[in-house]
């Protein structure tokens, strides 16, 4: 009984919503001082920048979320409730990032970064539960898949740790902890690192 | 024949949406009167407590829905009716919490919780009405299944209730009512009381 | 080979967002003449008004469009961009719905109705094209579900007409128009009479 | 093993939120100089017409995506990567999109013509380097596909010329660039040119 069919299927579209809501932060560049079109976009830079990082932030959770239930062969509620939990980091993220995105250039960059940073963190630490919760309850992951299951843990162990980086960037610089939070992203999209060790 | 697939998608896409806009009601602070962008965001905890109490209750009626469904066998056509009318209050949710969490703290925060609370409530006699019509109905739930909805049906009795009293809460303080509903929310989501029985 | 599927999914898609995006156009009440935030609330029936109209539209054609779909075997491509013209419609609705509940009081409620209900007219002339091609061309329907297909039909032919009507009616008045096109939503929607006969 | 499944959920996810956010740009007129609500819905037709042409682009864009993964078998971290970078695309759309409609009669038209041209070229680009990974990498493709895969992308090599074209229009004229983009999209969807050769 394909059980969890319906919870990818519910988390796949608030992943889905949550990454295409970010285009809403954007916002058309109604008047200009001066230059025209092309210098009033290119001011809109830190809402670029915002967008990139947490669209990859949120794919490569997306693309984890996938890689743990193809290893999941029936949930229970607790399960269930983690993943509650997580989307609810998910759906949340837009908010932050409009905040950083918003307040890279007026000297509150640093709290928005904090805060920004922090709810990754969150998330990161929520990931870890839920993956320590499905390996160590008996009937989550099929039989066969505990070893993989337990080798990906160990390479997400890092997740918190660069987050938590994240945070302590933020204290210098909001325009710095966003494009560490970027490049964290990147890292875990890139396959030779993450991937190729299956 | 899987005949309920399309209804559980269309569902879970309107589940997830909802849930997901929930966030762009919470709007990026840009003047502060003092104290920078911290003391503005904690100025903003109705709209925080808002989207946590609408997010879990949303998330709990999509995990009662999506057990509701694993029972069921085939749909009717009332059923597709009453799910279009289950479906009506979920959409409808965003807006209650909008007004909830803008006039919590504008001496309106009463009429505005007693609205909060009267959608949900309708939203749980909505909900009785499905479990009960896909048991009483013959060929919608799986024969081997009628048992177990009845069970679980009978944990739901309370559904109702609590909102009653939700409302009631809300007479006296708009905030009360909010606390209350995620209580609520999540007193429905903790495994342990509700799921255990199984 | 359910070359469907996908098809399915993103129409599913489509319909349940086009749904749900309703909602953001009912703004919360900010500030009011007299009377509080019930009296706001009771002044924006325009919207609600709007919001049942074109909820229940949508839904009742997602409920065709399952229909439709669980009859056909197989897509090509023109029915692919029938059906891409039927999701054009549906995620334009909206708009409409937005500038009929916005004028509904402001004397321009006529021209409003008139977009309104064109905009359905138009819909129910594609959905009535989109089912003849299905029926018509070799191969897409399922050879059994033919004779069904054709007796669904009959009973849809109503459907330009009766938003034919509803233009009419708009030029008389808006609010006659929401109202009319209200009710047929819940005529298609309601099982007894369309249903029944199969 | 259907891996791709949860790939094309997600992304049938991203597209259908996309192509319906696009209504979300197009304003309720409030104000008119003159002649009442016709005559100010008529002059939001550069809303209209870039509503129009980023609707078919999406639209076309996800029924190429929905043909290629008809051919693949199994999913690799690259295509993975290659597809998030797709869906990037897909949902910056709706930022372009506004801009030019926005912009379509301020004299900044073309500045806005060429950003909206640039991002469906990248777009086109991204979208010939997933095709021919698909096609290269051993595994990816069901075997007996491979000559069909190769017969599309030879038909889709255009696609980065005709947005090339786009660009070059947009520096004369943003009306004639979005047009143009409308054209290429319909000359696409159009089943006769594209898929007849099956």
Known sequence: MNETGRIEAFSDGVFAIAITLLILEIKVPHEFVAGGLGTALMHEW??????????????????????????I????????????????????????????AEHLTTGNDRIAGVFYAGCFFVMSIVFQ???????????????????????????????PLFYLAAILIALASGTACLIWSLLVAIYFALPPRLWSRR
Chains 1, 2, 3, 4 share one sequence.
């Open 46 to 71: 830190p809402s670029f920048l915002a967008f990139l990082a947490s669209y990859f932030t949120i794919g490569v959770m997306w693309m984890n979320h996938h890689r743990l239930f193809t290893l």
């Open 73 to 100: 062969g029936a949930a229970d509620d607790v399960l269930m409730g983690l993943n509650l939990l997580l989307l609810l980091g998910v759906t949340f993220i837009p908010f932050p990032t409009a905040v950083l």
């Open 129 to 159: 539960v839920l993956w320590r919760y499905a390996i160590r309850k008996d009937g989550i992951l099929l039989p066969e898949k505990i070893e993989e299951a337990r080798a990906i843990l160990r390479q997400y162990m890092g997740g």
